[in-house]
């Protein structure tokens, strides 16, 4: 006689029903249940980082155009999709990267005025890019840029320059018309 069909005879014997779940198995399911949902859950986890998520961004160098486009004054062409002002200031043309230095906002373009005003805490900024109103730390930040050989602006943002460390005399951060 095997050992389940002994058990099977002994729960008749004392008037248990063969096919009751016991508290046993209950336990046991559960346990077990727990046990494969633990090891399900830390496969899941594992797997997980054979495919992480990864974000493009795009370019910093973009091509800006030819020179001669830009008037004296701030061009707008490039705010909403790279985030920068082509400005032609006179002798030279530089790109003013439009990012407040007190908290990120983007600052305004007030022709009018003529002056930057960022419009989440009121900082003020010269059509240089020169801070003079606000809680702004220091001036706006420029892109380098420089003509290539179409004949064509091209603004590099990966490669800033301050002013506060003499940066903006540095050749690359404008071009001369």
Known sequence: MTEVS?????????????NEISRRKVLGFIGWGTFWAT?????????RYMFPEVTYEESPIFKAGSPKEYLPGVSTKYLASQRVWIINDGGIIYALIAICTHLGCTPDWLP????????????GYYISGVNYEGPAPRAMERAKIYVDE??????????KFLYEDGGWENPESFVKV
């Open 39 to 47: 090891i399900a859950a830390t496969l899941a986890g594992t797997g």
């Open 112 to 123: 009018n005025e003529n002056k930057f005003k960022c419009n989440c805490h009121g900082s």
């Open 6 to 18: 002994k058990e099977i005879k002994y729960r008749r014997d004392v008037g248990v029903d063969p």
């Open 150 to 159: 179409t004949g064509e602006l091209v603004v590099d943002k990966s490669k």
